[in-house]
C-alpha cells in the first residue's frame, strides 16, 4: 500500500535552509542502513554514483575511493560534507530538476517519503541513470506512525514499495535494514550502453 501523510510539509530550500545538519552515521539505526547501501553499491559495481539528498555526506565517505559526489539542499549539510572531505555541493535538485551531474548510480536514501511527488521524480530519475539505491521507512501508515520523521508526506509498505519502484525500474535486491526497506533497482528508462 501507499498512502499519502500529509499535504503541507514544505520540501523546500527555504524550510531547510535553517536546519540542523543530518549527522546519520553516528545513529545506530541510520548507521547501518547507510553501510548496507554502501555494500550494495559496491557490489553493483558503478563507474559513477550521485547522491541526491546527500545529507552531510555519510554514505559519501563509505563509499571513498569511488567516483562519488552529492546534493543537498540544507547548508548544514554541506558543512558536515567539507569536515568529512566528501563532495557535496547546496543545491535543490528536486524542486529545480537542476542536476549539474548524473552518476551511473542514484542514490536516494531515507528521501523520496519527503518529496511533494516522488512517482515524478524516480520517473525523471529513471531517464538520467542506469541503476538507482533507495530507501524509507516501511512501518508508517496513516493510523501507525512510527515516528520516524512527522515531515514525512508519504509512506509505503513493502508490497507499495515495490510498486512505487517498478513502474520505471526492475528491482534487483530489497531487504529490510532496521526500520527501513532498501532497493537496489536497474532503470528500465535509459538504453544500456
Given at each position: 500500500m501507499e498512502w499519502k501523510l500529509q499535504d503541507d510539509y514544505p520540501s523546500?530550500?527555504?524550510?531547510?535552509?535553517?536546519?540542523?545538519?543530518?549527522?546519520?552515521?553516528i545513529h545506530q539505526d541510520h548507521n547501518m542502513r547507510l553501510r548496507r547501501a554502501a555494500r550494495m553499491i559496491r557490489e553493483c559495481g558503478p563507474s559513477s554514483v550521485v547522491d541526491?539528498?546527500?545529507g552531510d555526506g555519510g554514505l559519501l565517505k563509505l563509499l571513498d575511493g569511488m567516483d562519488c559526489w552529492g546534493y543537498d539542499f540544507t547548508p548544514a549539510n554541506?558543512?558536515?560534507?567539507?569536515?568529512?572531505?566528501?563532495?557535496?555541493?547546496?543545491?535543490?535538485?528536486?524542486?529545480?530538476?537542476?542536476?549539474?551531474?548524473?552518476?551511473?548510480l542514484v542514490v536516494m536514501t531515507e528521501v523520496l517519503e519527503h518529496l511533494a511527488n516522488p512517482h515524478d521524480v524516480l520517473e525523471w530519475v529513471s531517464e538520467?541513470?542506469?541503476?538507482?539505491?533507495?530507501?524509507?521507512?516501511?512501518?508508517?501508515?496513516?493510523?501507525?506512525?512510527?515516528?520516524?520523521?512527522?515531515?514525512?508526506?508519504?509512506?509505503?509498505?513493502?508490497?507499495?514499495?515495490e510498486e512505487l519502484i517498478r513502474k520505471n525500474f526492475s528491482i534487483l535486491w530489497h531487504e529490510k535494514v532496521d526500520w527501513s526497506q532498501l532497493i537496489l533497482a536497474r532503470s528500465k528508462n535509459v538504453p544500456l550502453v
Amino acid at each position: 500500500m501507499e498512502w499519502k501523510l500529509q499535504d503541507d510539509y514544505p520540501s523546500t530550500f527555504e524550510f531547510h535552509e535553517h536546519r540542523e545538519r543530518a549527522n546519520h552515521l553516528i545513529h545506530q539505526d541510520h548507521n547501518m542502513r547507510l553501510r548496507r547501501a554502501a555494500r550494495m553499491i559496491r557490489e553493483c559495481g558503478p563507474s559513477s554514483v550521485v547522491d541526491l539528498g546527500c545529507g552531510d555526506g555519510g554514505l559519501l565517505k563509505l563509499l571513498d575511493g569511488m567516483d562519488c559526489w552529492g546534493y543537498d539542499f540544507t547548508p548544514a549539510n554541506i558543512v558536515g560534507c567539507e569536515e568529512r572531505g566528501v563532495d557535496g555541493t547546496l543545491i535543490d535538485v528536486f524542486n529545480t530538476r537542476d542536476v549539474p551531474r548524473w552518476g551511473q548510480l542514484v542514490v536516494m536514501t531515507e528521501v523520496l517519503e519527503h518529496l511533494a511527488n516522488p512517482h515524478d521524480v524516480l520517473e525523471w530519475v529513471s531517464e538520467n541513470c542506469e541503476f538507482i539505491v533507495v530507501s524509507s521507512p516501511w512501518g508508517e501508515n496513516p493510523e501507525i506512525n512510527q515516528g520516524t520523521d512527522p515531515c514525512h508526506i508519504w509512506a509505503w509498505d513493502w508490497a507499495g514499495y515495490e510498486e512505487l519502484i517498478r513502474k520505471n525500474f526492475s528491482i534487483l535486491w530489497h531487504e529490510k535494514v532496521d526500520w527501513s526497506q532498501l532497493i537496489l533497482a536497474r532503470s528500465k528508462n535509459v538504453p544500456l550502453v
